[in-house]
């Protein structure tokens, strides 16, 4: 059984290929700090989200949805750090809600694995990252 979000990427075979997936597709690279504390190419993300009518696939949208997820986490967990009230931003919230709803109405057969996946991986990246730097 998974303790952590690390185990549970880690041991989940569709995550690993979801990861291998993005980092084939350079929406990720390999971490400075550890190996899979991988970076999120946030402006390839965002520019994929502003041309999603017309060049919208399957793995462009996991990938904004592992984008806005692991903003949501660092947000939240920057919060936490400073004692203030552990929430994402307004703006994370909005993308984060835009990105649901258009996966649902673009991939109606695929949007709860797609919203889990960018949920899992996202938190996972954020994770591995605060992990790989001593917190």
């Given at each position: ?20 997936a993005l980092l084939d597709e350079q ?48 947000e939240v967990f920057a919060c936490v ?23 649902e109405e673009n991939y109606p057969n ?26």
């Amino acid at each position: 059984m998974p303790e952590t979000i690390a185990d549970l990427v880690r041991q989940d075979p569709d995550l690993q290929a979801e990861l291998k997936a993005l980092l084939d597709e350079q929406y990720l690279a390999t971490g400075i700090f550890h190996p899979e504390a991988f970076l999120v190419d946030l402006e390839k993300i965002k520019g994929k989200w502003k041309k999603r009518k017309k060049d919208s696939t399957r793995n462009s949208m996991l990938a904004v949805g592992v984008g806005i997820y692991n903003q949501w986490f660092a947000e939240v967990f920057a919060c936490v750090a400073t004692g203030e009230d552990p929430r994402p931003s307004k703006q994370t919230l909005n993308w984060l809600s835009d990105w649901e709803k258009f996966v649902e109405e673009n991939y109606p057969n695929e949007s709860e694995e797609l919203q889990e996946a960018g949920r899992k991986i996202g938190q996972y990246l954020e994770f591995m990252n605060r992990k790989s730097q001593g917190f």
